[in-house]
């Protein structure tokens, strides 16, 4: 069963720079695409960035583009979400996402069936 662990959230001054890490552990030979999303309390969880697990094609939100990068570790299984000039709208609880659906909206939550536990992220003004 394929499983998806985030770390690397932390709390960081604005103008920092984090790194997300999200292990795909199990069989992840069905994977198609594995995705970032955050999510603030009372709000629906907003796309940041998604790259097919083959390492080719990628899709970054506008919000976080010029940013944020998205990166694969072909021999750890890890998908990482690099985070330059952060911001405090930044905030958020950052989650991976993974599809082995061929079918969905890329950008979508609903289009991702495996999700991770979710890290936090506090960027501090």
């Known amino acids: 069963q394929v499983q998806l662990v985030e770390s690397g959230g932390g709390l960081v001054q604005a103008g920092g720079s984090l790194t997300l890490s999200c292990e795909v552990s199990?069989?992840?030979?069905?994977?198609?695409?594995v995705a970032w999303f955050r999510q603030t309390p009372g709000k629906e969880r907003e796309f940041v960035a998604t790259r097919a697990w083959s390492g080719g094609e990628l899709y970054i939100a506008d919000s976080v583009k010029g940013r944020f990068t998205i990166s694969k570790d072909n021999v750890k299984n890890t998908m990482y979400l690099t985070m330059n000039t952060l911001e405090p709208e930044d905030t958020a609880v950052y989650y991976c996402a993974a599809k082995q659906s061929p079918w969905g909206v890329l950008q979508l939550a609903r289009a991702y069936n495996l999700w991770g536990q979710g890290t936090q992220v506090t960027v501090s003004s």
């Open positions: 199990g069989r992840p030979f069905d994977i198609v695409y």
